[in-house]
């Protein structure tokens, strides 16, 4: 299961697209309106299968061109630190709670 991560990140909506800004390493992402979609399914889906499902649904796209978003989406969001796996999510949250 994914999380976003969003102790760090401040989120803007600007039409259909997500600013996000993360001040724990002072960088501003602009989502394109596919990957604002993604971001905001991560916290409610539970696996990248859940979210292709959920984004070929939304967009009327095949679920293979949907799964290939998905998986590079994620994957340059876990790049840059603004998305975690929830078992890593909820380790920082204790660390944080102490």
Do not use: P
Not at 2 to 13: A, E, Y
Not at 52 to 58: I, N, P, S
């Amino acid at each position: 299961m994914l999380r976003r991560r969003l102790n760090d990140v401040m989120v803007r909506q600007v039409g259909q697209e997500l600013l996000l800004l993360d001040t724990a390493s002072n960088q501003i992402h602009q989502l394109n309106q596919t990957a604002s979609f993604i971001w905001n399914k991560c916290d409610d889906a539970r696996s990248s299968d859940d979210i292709a499902r959920l984004l070929a649904t939304e967009y009327e796209i095949s679920y293979r061109l949907a799964i290939r978003d998905v998986v590079q989406t994620l994957e340059k969001l876990r790049e840059v630190n603004l998305i975690v796996e929830a078992v890593e999510a909820d380790v920082d949250e204790e660390r944080t709670d102490r």
